[in-house]
């Protein structure tokens, strides 16, 4: 496999939840484990190491694949996968909520998924 990673959608990801959440890079690079330095290196588009990516991942509950580029496809060019799976990824990773909360939820989001698609279909 010649998958590579693509930083600048990392760094961007980042960006955007670091923003939400109202926190310094500093505060960021300490709640995922990781040195301020690796971030500021990533703002100017160098990469990060192995154990950097995995751990900047982790802090944003995303799967490694979003951030992945593979040969000879355009970015965004790869099935994206649904709602109801990047969802669910979300939810169990939430530690405020009980399993049968993360369960309610995604029964709501699946059921409203299925009633998107059929009103679709009829069109």
């Known amino acids: 496999m010649n998958g590579r990673m693509d930083a600048r959608r990392l760094y961007d990801a ?4 670091r923003r939400a959440r109202g926190l310094s890079w500093r505060q960021l690079a300490h709640e995922a484990g990781v040195s ?12 990060p190491d192995l154990d950097g ?6 802090w944003l509950g995303s799967p490694a694949e979003e951030f992945m580029v593979w040969p000879g496809e355009r970015p965004r060019e790869r099935a994206e996968p649904t709602l109801e799976a990047q969802l669910a990824l979300l939810l169990r990773a939430r530690t405020d909520l009980g399993d049968a909360d993360k369960e309610y939820l995604l029964d709501i989001v699946e059921a ?5 698609r059929a009103d679709r279909r009829e069109r």
């Open 14 to 17: 980042l960006e955007a939840q």
């Open 53 to 58: 990516f995995i751990a900047l991942v982790q």
């Open 36 to 47: 301020p330095s690796l971030l500021s290196r990533m703002g100017n588009d160098q990469r």
């Open 112 to 116: 409203t998924m299925r009633r998107i």
